[in-house]
């Protein structure tokens, strides 16, 4: 069945599948599996890093920081700084943690991403 191509050191080749008495594949009862894992109990949220959530201050010295970043990237165009400015003024920490619940830092970020970017277009 093999010859020396598949099989170059001439040992004794062994099937990998498992058999019971009868020669027949074992299969677990694919309803039992399904069972064992429905009745694990398991947390439904998970947290990539356990990172920790961002409190309210937390949130306002980074708001600033994102915002005066982005001001002086942008310092030479002078409507997208006053929009960034006006954006700061308008700035209401609590909506936005509300809009926002449980923020890590990495989220805090992609969030300030998506609604500054039309600011500085």
């Known amino acids: 069945m093999f010859n020396s191509v ?3 050191f001439n ?3 062994s099937s990998s599948t498992s058999s019971d008495s009868n020669g027949k594949r074992q299969k677990e009862d694919p309803k039992k599996e399904l069972k064992k894992y429905l009745e694990e ?11 920790p959530i ?5 949130v306002k010295s980074m708001v600033n920081s994102y915002i005066n970043n982005l001001k002086t990237e942008h310092a ?3 409507k997208v700084v006053q929009k960034l400015d ?3 003024e308008k700035f209401d920490v ?3 943690m509300k809009r926002n619940p449980n923020m890590t830092s ?16």
């Not at 109990?41 to 990172?51: F, I, S, T, Y």
């Not at 961002?54 to 937390?58: P, R």
């Open 6 to 8: 598949n099989n170059p």
């Open 11 to 13: 040992r004794a080749i």
């Open 41 to 51: 109990e398991e947390p439904d949220e998970v947290r990539l890093g356990g990172m």
């Open 54 to 58: 961002l409190t309210e201050d937390e």
């Open 76 to 78: 030479e165009r002078e």
């Open 86 to 88: 006006k954006y700061l």
């Open 94 to 96: 609590q909506k936005f």
């Open 106 to 121: 990495p989220d805090f970020y992609m969030i300030m991403y998506n609604e500054t970017e039309g600011l500085v277009k």
